[in-house]
């Protein structure tokens, strides 16, 4: 079955950055795009960009432009997202997604909660 | 990145019907038809319910239909029970710099 499992949460300080990991299984990794999303604690959702599975460049919200990156393993079916300068605003819970046509995620990793906190 | 529109809150009784509706713009929910619904319980990550409008993933029960009119899209739940109370998102894709786009969230509450 297809599964996206995610690193475990993570605490840190004002101006340090995260990486969080998406390990992709159950189906075939170069088939499919991921997507990047993350939801603040309470509130909706925000689209934060998204990789390719082999090639190519990633897309990123203008929002985050320049502060997050994208990049990917296919030896290890993993991707990753990274963030810098992170604020206290940042504190939210971050979800990988795998795309389908017009879809942001058909299925979701369970989310990895980042903390953001002096 | 501006927000799609839906009710904070919608309520009913178990075997009511109930409507979420997502109201958003021609450069979104009006111009494709790419909008889902997603199904969030406490504490976990989003189970999608609805896609490209009308489509329901296998396994996902009949009783969930969608559809749109417009700049708006809507969720319908028919013969509501307990388990379907959950929070629900819609999503679009955009033609905005950020390539979708997502609903202010539905708390439904099954009375």
């Known amino acids: 079955q297809v599964q996206l499992v995610q690193s475990g949460a993570e605490v840190k300080k004002p101006g340090a950055s995260v990486k969080v990991s998406c390990q992709a299984s159950g189906y075939t990794f170069s088939d499919y795009y991921i997507n990047w999303v993350r939801q603040v604690p309470g509130q909706g959702f925000e689209w934060m960009g998204v990789i390719p599975p082999t090639g190519g460049a990633p897309g990123y919200a203008q929002k985050f432009q320049g502060r997050v990156t994208l990049t990917r393993d296919t030896s290890t079916r993993t991707v990753y997202m990274e963030l810098n300068s992170l604020r206290s605003d940042d504190t939210a819970v971050y979800f990988c997604g795998r795309e389908t046509t017009g879809m942001v995620a058909d299925y979701w990793g369970q989310g990895t909660l980042v903390t953001v906190s002096s | 990145q501006s927000a799609l529109t839906q009710p904070a809150s919608v309520s009913g009784s178990p075997g009511q019907s109930i409507t979420i509706s997502c109201t958003g713009t021609s450069s979104d929910v009006g111009g494709y038809n790419f909008v889902s619904w997603f199904q969030q319980h406490p504490g976990k990550a989003p189970k999608l319910m609805i896609y490209?409008?009308?489509n329901r993933p296998s396994g996902v029960s009949n009783r969930f239909s969608g559809s749109k009119s417009g700049n708006t899209a809507s969720l319908t739940i028919s013969g509501l029970q307990t388990e379907d109370e959950a929070d629900y998102y819609c999503s679009s894709y955009t033609s905005d710099s950020a390539l979708y786009v997502f609903g202010t969230g539905t708390k439904v509450t099954v009375l």
């Open positions: 490209d409008v009308t």
